[in-house]
Structures are given as structure tokens and as C-alpha cells.
């Protein structure tokens, strides 16, 4: 597994971005898959997680009804789309695939897979 992170930039307050998280291993495998963040100093949190189908999805209570994960699984790839940034939203973003098929929640011990990150930068 293989997991690449890209979308990431610097947006003003109230403004998008969509993140990319390519699997691009050598054996063409769906994993439940999520996103978590962390800002300078502080730990890593979870912000959204996706099941195997793409018909099961959580977030965190501080981007729910802002932020969207997707997956498009003819390319072994998750979406978050993220609306109405703020600057509490700056982070550096990665994402991780667990084994199985279910949604797999808000630990980071259910996640076996991790990528290199991307970071969003939301000015104010």
C-alpha cells in the first residue's frame, strides 16, 4: 500500500480545497480509508473515515457539515473536500487505509497504512 497525498495549499478563510489520497501499491486493493490532521504542537486527530463501498462515512464534530469524503474506487482514490476553511483548520493532512472493509472510526491504532501528508494553510 501506497498512499499519496496531494490538494493541499494555501486558501484564505471561507474558501476550498479538495484532497487527493492515491493508493498507487502494486496490488489493486479498496481499504477503508480515512483523514487525520495535525497542527503544529499538537497531536494528530481524526477528521473523517470512509468504509470499503464508500456508503459508510464519520467526522469529527469540528468539520461535520463542512468538510466531505468521497472515494472513487476505479481509481483507488479518496476525496475530502474541504468548504469553508478556517484557520483552525490548518494542518498538515494525511491519510491512512486499514484492512478490512468497514468503517474502521476515529483511532489511529484501526489504520495500519499511512501516507506522507499535505499541508493546508488557511489565512485569515
Known amino acids: 500500500v501506497q498512499l499519496q497525498a496531494s490538494g493541499g495549499g494555501l486558501v484564505q478563510a471561507g474558501g476550498s480545497l479538495r484532497l487527493s489520497c492515491a493508493n498507487s501499491g502494486r496490488t489493486f486493493r479498496i481499504y477503508p480509508t480515512g483523514w487525520f490532521r495535525q497542527a503544529p504542537g499538537k497531536e494528530r486527530i481524526f477528521v473523517a473515515g470512509?468504509?470499503?463501498?464508500?456508503?459508510?462515512?464519520g467526522y469529527s464534530d469540528s468539520v461535520k457539515g463542512r468538510f466531505t469524503i468521497s472515494r472513487d474506487k476505479a481509481k483507488n482514490t479518496v476525496y475530502l473536500q474541504t468548504n469553508s476553511l478556517k484557520p483552525a483548520d490548518t494542518a498538515v493532512y494525511y491519510c491512512?487505509?486499514?484492512?478490512?472493509?468497514?468503517?474502521?472510526?476515529?483511532?489511529?491504532?484501526?489504520?495500519?497504512?499511512w501516507g506522507q501528508g499535505t499541508l493546508v494553510t488557511v489565512s485569515s
Open positions: 491512512t487505509a486499514g484492512e478490512g472493509r468497514g468503517y474502521l472510526g476515529d483511532s489511529p491504532q484501526n489504520y495500519e497504512y
Open positions: 470512509i468504509n470499503w463501498s464508500g456508503l459508510s462515512t
